[in-house]
Structures are given as C-alpha cells and as structure tokens.
C-alpha cells in the first residue's frame, strides 16, 4: 500500500538569545513582547503553530488550529500536542504576574481531554489562568475551547517559582 507524503517546514529564531531576553525584563514585558513581534516565539510554538492572541496579568491566550501534522495514528491530534498547548497556557500566565530575575518550571501537569480534537475543529483558544500565586509555588490551569465554546480539555499544574 503506498501513503501519500507531505511536507512542511518552519523557522526559529535561537532560544538561548531569547532566554537571555527574558532575564533583563517582567515576564509581562517579555510576553508583550512576544505578542507583539518584537521578541520571536519560542522553537515550540514555531513547531506546532500556536500564537499568543492576548497576555494580561495572570492570564494569557493563545490560538491554535489543528493540522494533520499534530495527529497520532488513530486520526486525532495527539494528546502530548494538547498538552503543550496547555501547559505554555498555564506557564505564561503564571510568567505574566513574575518580576524581573524570576522564572518558574512545571512541577506536575494533569490534563483531562473531554472530547477528541481533529482538523475539522477550526480554530481553537487556550486560556491559561493562575488559580494562586505563592512565593515558591503557584497553582495555574487551562481550557481549550472551539470558537463555539465546547470544552475539548482542561488542565490544572503546579509550578515552583525560581530566582536567579
């Protein structure tokens, strides 16, 4: 049986010009600057094409589409995608509320897929919130939601705030 092959390609910019970028700002600054263009997106967000599409403080917004290119074997976007997805949510909203000379790292993730994510969903949004914001841990969550409101999943995570 022959398959059908496809092709596609992407570019980054270098993630460790970026990351000194984010030591010298707010993680609001930062994402401001990511949204508006004038800091270039992660090597992730390039690779599975999602966007940031608002960033307050202790929330962040990204859009994503799906692609054939994001499903597993069985014809449905990988859950690992989604994850991501949610996780990056979760992370720059908790990144949007640090000062300067603080960053984080996700301690635990826990995702609940409610409905299975195809190419046919159209655009979708992922809303990253912070539940609390302590001095070394935070708790954040996400959805992600078709344009029609239906929940397709929902993640809580932990997170340890770091100093450096």
């Given at each position: 049986?022959?398959?059908?092959?496809?092709?596609?390609?992407?570019?980054?910019?270098?993630?460790?010009?970026?990351a000194?970028?984010?030591?010298?700002?707010?993680?609001?600054?930062?994402?401001?600057?990511?949204?508006?263009?004038?800091?270039?997106?992660?090597p992730?967000?390039?690779?599975?094409?999602?966007?940031?599409?608002?960033?307050?403080?202790?929330?962040?917004?990204?859009?994503?589409?799906?692609?054939?290119?994001?499903?597993?074997?069985?014809?449905?976007?990988h859950?690992?995608?989604?994850?991501?997805?949610?996780?990056?949510?979760?992370?720059?909203?908790?990144?949007?509320?640090?000062?300067?000379g603080?960053?984080?790292?996700?301690?635990?993730?826990?995702?609940?897929?409610?409905?299975?994510?195809?190419?046919?969903?159209?655009?979708?949004?992922?809303?990253?919130?912070?539940?609390?914001?302590?001095?070394?841990?935070?708790?954040?969550?996400?959805?992600?939601?078709?344009?029609?409101?239906?929940?397709?999943?929902?993640?809580?995570?932990?997170?340890?705030i770091?100093?450096?």
């Amino acid at each position: 049986m022959s398959e059908t092959k496809k092709t596609r390609t992407f570019e980054w910019a270098n993630p460790l010009e970026t990351a000194e970028k984010a030591k010298a700002m707010s993680g609001y600054d930062f994402l401001n600057g990511i949204l508006k263009g004038t800091i270039s997106r992660p090597p992730i967000a390039a690779a599975l094409e999602f966007n940031p599409l608002a960033v307050e403080e202790g929330k962040v917004t990204f859009e994503f589409e799906p692609q054939e290119y994001h499903y597993n074997p069985i014809g449905s976007v990988h859950g690992g995608v989604i994850s991501t997805l949610l996780d990056t949510a979760m992370g720059c909203a908790l990144h949007s509320k640090l000062p300067q000379g603080t960053a984080y790292t996700t301690l635990e993730l826990k995702v609940n897929f409610t409905k299975a994510v195809t190419d046919r969903c159209g655009k979708m949004k992922a809303e990253g919130r912070i539940i609390h914001l302590g001095k070394s841990i935070a708790l954040v969550e996400a959805d992600l939601k078709d344009d029609q409101g239906k929940l397709y999943a929902h993640s809580v995570s932990t997170c340890m705030i770091l100093k450096f």
